[in-house]
Nanobody
Framework: QVQMVQSGGGSVQAGGSLRLSCAASGYTARLKHMAWLRQAPGKEREGVATISTVPTPDTDYADSVKGRFTISYDSAKDTVYLQMNGLKPEDTAMYYC????????????????????WGQGTPVTVSS
């Protein structure tokens, strides 16, 4: 089993920055992909950013966050980060980290159904 514990988040004005962290523990050596997803009130959970842990750290982003958000993974700490810059009110949501031991095709990297393990969620609020 894998446990994932999130930290970071909070409230910020539009244009500001926040960083989310998610530390994985347990059988982390098996993890192939880690991701951040978000869910706004009344909306479906959507993929924001993803990174493969092996063999190379390939990344992918939702079009809505490209150029503003950066996902990274520290293998020594088994921790995935999401640096969010240029935040907009429409980025307001509950953010979740997620991971999977499965080999994913690029077409599925941002799908919530692709992930087995989840963090507890952390709220991000961006005011205008």
């Amino acid at each position: 089993q894998v446990q994932m514990v999130q930290s970071g988040g909070g409230s910020v004005q539009a244009g500001g920055s926040l960083r989310l962290s998610c530390a994985a523990s347990g059988y982390t050596a098996r993890l192939k992909h880690m991701a951040w997803l978000r869910q706004a009130p009344g909306k479906e959970r959507e993929g924001v950013a993803t990174i493969s842990t092996v063999p190379t750290p390939d990344t992918d982003y939702a079009d809505s966050v490209k150029g503003r958000f950066t996902i990274s993974y520290d293998s020594a700490k088994d921790t995935v980060y999401l640096q969010m810059n240029g935040l907009k009110p429409e980025d307001t949501a509950m953010y979740y980290c997620a991971a999977t031991v499965a080999e994913l095709s690029p077409a599925t990297w941002l799908r919530k159904s692709a992930y087995d393990y989840w963090g507890q969620g952390t709220p991000v609020t961006v005011s205008s």
